[in-house]
Each structure stands twice: as C-alpha cells, then as structure tokens.
C-alpha cells in the first residue's frame, strides 16, 4: 500500500521559516515526479512546486517559486522550504506523487500538514 506521509507544519509567526518533509513508503517514485500542492480555507487547491526524476522544478504561477522544492531519491522523500511566511501562506499542504501526463494531477496524495502563519 502506498502511503505519503507529511511532516513539518504547525503554527508560526510571520516572517519565520519552515521545512516541509513528505516520506513516501510501499512504491519506489525515485523515476517519478513529486510535488507539493495547497489549500486555504475556501480556496481551491493549487500547485506550490513539483520536481521530476530528474531533479527539474516546476513552480505553480501564484507562487512564482517563493518555496524551493527538493528531493531525496534515497529516502524517497521531498521536501518543501518556506521562507519568509506571511498570514496568507495559511492552509494545508498535500505532498502527491507520480504526475499523470501534467505537473498538475498525481496518482498518490498524502493527509495534509497543516500550516499556520499569524501575524
């Protein structure tokens, strides 16, 4: 059974950083790409950042690639690092895996870490 596993949200204040970690078990997705996606409350889901197998990022337009997105092949993980977090970077970030033709839909998603910026 596949499972993604996200690690890393919790309540910070603005200005402050955090490391966003997503272990994935049950499938190998090193020749697969990963990526990390968001919802804030009444808000569509959308692409933060996605990496290939290859180690090339793709980074959502809202986003413009305020978060650097990484792999780890090895421990089959990625991980998303936010910096600078401002209030309206509240919401819920889904690690999914194994893109489906587009940087955009994935075959595998996790639970959701919850992040909360105050001001």
């Known amino acids: 059974q596949v499972q993604l596993v996200e690690s890393g949200g919790r309540s910070v204040q603005a200005g402050d950083s955090l490391r966003l970690s997503c272990v994935a078990s049950?499938?190998?997705?090193?020749?697969?790409?990963m990526a990390w996606f968001r919802q804030a409350p009444g808000k569509e889901r959308e692409l933060v950042a996605a990496?290939?197998?290859?180690?090339?990022?793709f980074y959502g337009d809202s986003l413009k690639g305020r978060f650097p997105i990484s792999r780890d092949k090895a421990q089959n993980a990625v991980y998303l690092q936010m910096n600078a977090l401002t209030p309206e970077d509240t919401a819920t970030y889904y690690c999914?895996?194994?893109?489906?033709?587009?940087?955009?839909?994935?075959?595998?998603w996790g639970q959701g870490t919850q992040v909360t910026v105050s001001s």
């Open positions: 999914a895996a194994d893109a489906q033709g587009s940087w955009y839909q994935y075959a595998f």
């Open positions: 990496v290939n197998w290859n180690g090339i990022a």
């Open positions: 049950g499938r190998d997705f090193s020749g697969a790409s």
